[in-house]
């Protein structure tokens, strides 16, 4: 395997035309007879690499889900149980009970587990935009608050946070590319760089992350995102704030002509690991809500974009984990968020609604084994048996 040289951040940002190929790896054939059945967390102990799901408290109560879940997955994440709604629906009332549920979980299990997420634009408390548009002066000290209580309860229990989500918006107008959210009109762009030191103060041992999407997408949407990103990154880390990696979602979209470039994906993943960033895949699924034709022709297609994704993104030895954003398609966001004109499941997860494993499961059984190891890393996954 061969990868394009480092992409420099000056050149990325500067727009210059000499940019490299995006290097990629050699996806096998993802016939399951050819591929197997291996757990994917020992295919990716064996790269040196990470894989996790998300998941919600209740379902880990689901005899067959636990079961899939610890037979092929070495990490979890909670998808809402840490988001600041669900967690402090009355001010200074804060419910741990999902999220330590998930903790223990994972703990029991042998399993890492990343915290997700200490702010993002959404799902915020009702009271908390009130207070901050009213109380601006506060606000510092408030979201200061907010990272002590949830990354100093699982201090040295998390792999790592999700420390700022989705803080660029290019459609907002702003010449940086950030998004307009509550917390940049109460602080300005001073905000990430407080909420990163509030978290390296909190739990310095876990690995402190900008998780952002769109990143693959080939419109132009797409381009201003990852220039944005590389901007605030550099700038961030520029100035010493404690950056460690970037998430890179992976919401998927084979029916949309141009929602991946894998060109542009591969260039971007350089320059980010150019400025000495770790990269996570953080919520990978692929949805067909747009595909027709048989659930065999869609199934194909989703899988064929697991491949076309992973096989840039574990290219590049700065790729330490691959998070799932769900596991099986019986609970899926995607089915709510982006439903089917024929009103069926939609079929994005490496699972069915019946446990079974899809083609999207053997592609990302295949990546992993094509996935070039990382030095040192071996095994690094617990054995969750």
Sequence with gaps: MTTSPPLS??????????????????????????????????????KGLIIGAEVSAPLLADPTFRNTLTRDFAMVVPGNA???????????????????????????????????????HDMNPKWLAKHLADRRKDAARLIRRHIKAMAGRYRGRMHSWDVVNEAIEPKDGRGDGLRNS????????????LAFEAAAKADPGARLVFNEYGCEWGWDVGRQRRYATLRLLEDLLDKGVPVHALGIQGHLDPGSDGSLDTRALGQFCDAAADLGLALQVTELDARDTSIGGSIESR????????????????????????????????????TGHFPRPDSGIVR?????????????????????DAAPPRPGRENAAPDAS
């Design 82 to 120: 840490l988001k600041w709604g669900p967690l402090e629906r009355r001010r200074k009332v804060l419910d741990f009970h999902n999220a330590d549920a998930i903790a223990d979980f994972a703990a029991a299990h042998g399993m890492m587990m990343r915290g997700h997420t200490l702010l993002w």
């Design 299 to 334: 199934d194909r297609l989703v899988a064929d974009a697991y491949a076309r994704f992973l096989d840039v993104v574990l290219a590049r030895p700065a790729t330490e984990a691959v998070l799932t954003w769900g596991m099986t398609d019986r609970h899926s966001w995607l």
């Design 182 to 193: 509550l917390f940049l009109k109460a602080l300005g762009r001073d905000y990430l760089a």
């Design 348 to 368: 994005g997860l490496p699972y069915d609604a019946d446990y079974r494993r899809k083609p999207a499961w053997y592609a990302l059984a295949a990546a992993l």
């Design 9 to 46: 951040r000056r050149t990325f940002l500067a727009g210059g035309s000499a940019l490299a190929l995006a290097g990629c790896i050699s996806v096998p054939n993802r016939d399951p007879i050819i591929v197997g059945a291996a757990p994917l967390k020992e295919r990716a102990a064996r």
